[in-house]
């Protein structure tokens, strides 16, 4: 993906959204309160600094009618949340999406860790969260099944808050006593799960011996030290992929993590489809090597979002020759944003 092509893409989709024929409603009545039309000014994805930051709150308080593109207008889609640990949570609306953005990801897992036809269990939060059918739909997307265990995060954040820690455990217990059951009853080959989560079943089995290839593992903060003590102390080897990702993003994956690359996860996005990049309290890319927060751009023909400011901050890493755009390290959440976050099960 070079600039040129990601610029293209930018075009495609600034013409696809504030297209009356094709537009998203929410982009069309922002254009007419704007005096000027992205369709003759944005030509490239450097222009999008001239929208500014997109606020999220718009996802969680307009009318669905508002994000539906005219292209979409009557077929039925999903509502995915993100967020919500309190009030009304932040929706976003899919019609195709979601399968895209995994059956893209698919194409970048390494078959010999993840292989075709294998069967996955899904150790990860459910309910409304995009997870639960795209997960479920990378497992046949790849010619196998998916086994859920059913997770809600909401309520081991709340109760984590409330100090409610014995609560907490227990619910921690649950979850993994039924992924052990499935362990011992299916032939599963691949796992997507959370670091504690994984660090709890690791205490209850050993993973080495259930012919386990591969571990997606999913959630904020994995750092250096984590990973490490999960790969040499939990799993004994078997590979780790990490992935950062969102709802609205779709999952930026890191090579399988080992000492050559210092167990570092190095996420790269899923461009031209979104774009992240890491930048400073004016907007600005930091430089390499350096801390920011996180920025998200979404470009599909399903939604647009310029330059959304995420509650992580990361350091921002060079491209490399599989991915030539920038890659984030050591994500982490924002202190501050919204309020502390709170880590239960993620």
């Known amino acids: 993906m070079t600039a040129p092509d990601l610029d293209a893409h930018v075009r495609h989709i600034i013409q696809h959204h504030f297209s009356p024929e094709t537009g998203t409603p929410f982009w069309l009545r922002w254009e007419e309160t704007q005096g000027w039309s992205p369709r003759d000014h944005i030509h490239g994805f450097a222009d999008l600094h001239r929208m500014g930051h997109f606020d999220k709150a718009a996802l969680r308080d307009a009318p669905h009618s508002d994000w539906t593109p005219m292209a979409c207008v009557g077929r039925p889609f999903h509502v995915f949340e993100t967020g919500g640990t309190t009030g009304m949570p932040t929706q976003r609306l899919s019609w195709d999406d979601h399968r895209i953005d995994y059956e893209h990801f698919s194409d970048r897992l390494p078959a010999d860790v993840f292989p075709h036809h ?42 984590a808050e409330d100090g409610r820690h014995g609560v907490v455990a227990s619910y921690r217990e649950h979850v993994v006593d039924q992924a052990v059951t499935l362990l011992e009853n299916r032939a599963i080959t691949c796992i997507f799960t959370t670091p504690p989560l994984l660090e709890a079943l690791g205490q209850r089995i050993s993973l080495t011996h259930r012919g386990l290839r591969g571990i997606l593992l999913g959630g904020t903060s994995m750092t250096p030290q984590v990973l490490r003590f999960l790969s040499e102390e939990v799993l004994d080897g078997i590979p780790i992929v990490p992935v950062y990702g ?23 996005a899923p461009q031209p489809r979104a774009v992240l990049r890491i930048v400073d309290e004016a907007g600005e890319l930091v430089p390499h090597g350096s801390r920011g927060r996180v920025e998200l751009t979404t470009l599909t023909e399903e939604l647009f979002l310029p330059r ?39």
Do not use: F, Q
Request: overall charge negative; glycine content about 8%.
């Open 118 to 159: 294998a069967n996955w269990l899904i150790l990860g939060p459910t309910g409304p969260r995009r997870l639960r059918l795209t997960m479920e739909h990378l497992a046949h997307h790849r010619g196998g099944c998916a086994y859920h265990v059913d997770l809600d995060p909401r309520w081991v954040r709340k109760c």
């Open 246 to 268: 969102n709802t609205l993003m779709g999952l930026a994956a890191s090579a399988p993590i080992s000492a050559d690359n210092g167990y570092e996860a190095v996420y790269h």
């Open 308 to 346: 959304l400011l995420e509650r992580d901050d990361a350091i921002r890493r060079p491209a490399t020759a599989d991915c030539p755009w920038d890659g984030v390290a050591d994500v982490r959440p924002l202190a501050n944003a919204d309020g502390p976050a709170t880590e239960g099960v993620y």
